[in-house]
């Protein structure tokens, strides 16, 4: 038996879901820049008050930790810490990249066992975030930063479809239209409802982290921007 809260700020979208036993039964998100330190608590409480759950009956709480937005990342990973230590819970950390893959993989019939799957975060100017992986969410290709171009993934494209998501995806949409097995999906959302299934599988493992000194994984240093005048 499992409750696990689900914290995901790694993108535009602040989301937390409650998932018991693997099961979510409740979510709230939005998809807003620079909203998540306004709304996380505020949707944190509902979900607790919308399912009459309390939150010494949380088994542990789980948060997507990157890589993503500095700050979003920041957020998530600071309430997820302090509710541990205030409710003396486990932190399981999930990285955003894998629970993406198994939202697409929620989300869709593959019949074709050649397809892959490339979610993408937003960096800056024409670099993502991604990594690839296989539909039975089995890692191809790790974790990086990338700058796309008409080259890119064009030794995966010429034996598998790619499946590009994710906010940064649309800057493959044009480079990569020439390729046939280059596939751009509008509209996919990163939930707090994708980490339900890792989640629960590292709750039964105890695969915690150190809470004390569990920090966000970026990929790439923070570099702050000029202040407009």
Do not use: W
Not at 41 to 51: H, M, Q, V
Not at 69 to 89: E, N, P, Q
Not at 211 to 224: H, V
């Amino acid at each position: 038996m499992s409750l696990i809260l689900q914290i995901e700020t790694a993108t535009t979208v602040c989301s937390v879901a409650l998932a018991e036993n693997g099961t979510v039964l409740a979510y709230r998100e939005m998809d807003q820049r620079n909203v998540h330190a306004e709304v996380i608590t505020l949707f944190i409480d509902e979900l607790f008050k919308s399912t009459d759950k309390q939150y010494d009956n949380l088994d542990a709480i789980a948060v997507s930790c990157g890589p993503g937005s500095y700050t979003g990342l920041r957020i998530g990973v600071s309430v997820a810490k302090g509710l541990c230590f205030a409710l003396d819970k486990p932190l399981i950390a999930i990285e955003t990249l894998e629970s993406m893959a198994n939202g697409m993989v929620a989300q869709r019939t593959f019949n074709d066992r050649n397809i892959l799957l490339c979610p993408m975060i937003d960096a800056r100017r024409m670099e993502v975030f991604t990594a690839v992986f296989d539909i039975s969410s089995n890692r191809v290709r790790p974790t990086s930063a990338e700058i796309i171009d008409e080259n890119s993934f064009s030794d995966l494209l010429q034996a598998n479809k790619i499946l590009f998501f994710g906010d940064g995806a649309e800057k493959c949409r044009e480079v990569l239209s020439g390729n046939p097995n280059a596939q751009v999906i509008s509209g996919f959302q990163n939930s707090a409802t994708h980490l339900t299934k890792m989640a629960a599988e590292k709750y039964l493992a105890k695969d915690f982290e150190d809470t004390a000194y569990f920090e966000p994984y970026y990929l790439k240093d923070f570099i702050a921007g000029k202040k407009k005048v």
